[in-house]
Nanobody, 126 residues
Framework: QVQLVEFGGGLVQPGGSLRLSCAAS????????MGWFRQAPGKEREGVSC????????NYPDSVKGRFTISRDNAKNTVYLQMNSLQPGDTAVYYC???????????????????WGQGTQVTVSL
């Protein structure tokens, strides 16, 4: 059974940065595409980045493009989300997710992912 644990959330001022980590166990990490999602109070969960199993392709929605960067280290079974220029609108619970998608693909659609972490809170405020 796949287990995902996120680290790195917290309180940051507008314009600041945070780096989230997600450690995976119980799976052959390198065969999974990985995604980061977020959910703010009263809003639907949205994808903010995804990365293919090999790490050679990534995808971001316009809302975070140029500010967020996803990366992975298959030797450490870990995926990262570097978030820069954070804004109050980025406040949400952030989740990582895993899915054995076809090689060379990833997705920002949560229905494609079957394994989820417990989430970590990111709050952007003065």
């Amino acid at each position: 059974q796949v287990q995902l644990v996120e680290f790195g959330g917290g309180l940051v001022q507008p314009g600041g940065s945070l780096r989230l980590s997600c450690a995976a166990s119980g799976t052959i990490f390198s065969i999974n595409a990985m995604g980061w999602f977020r959910q703010a109070p009263g809003k639907e969960r949205e994808g903010v980045s995804c990365i293919t199993s090999s790490g050679d392709s990534k995808n971001y929605p316009d809302s975070v493009k140029g500010r967020f960067t996803i990366s992975r280290d298959n030797a450490k079974n870990t995926v990262y989300l570097q978030m820069n220029s954070l804004q109050p609108g980025d406040t949400a619970v952030y989740y990582c997710a895993a899915a054995p998608l076809p090689v060379g693909t990833c997705s920002n659609w949560d229905a494609d992912f079957g394994a989820w972490g417990q989430g970590t809170q990111v709050t952007v405020s003065l």
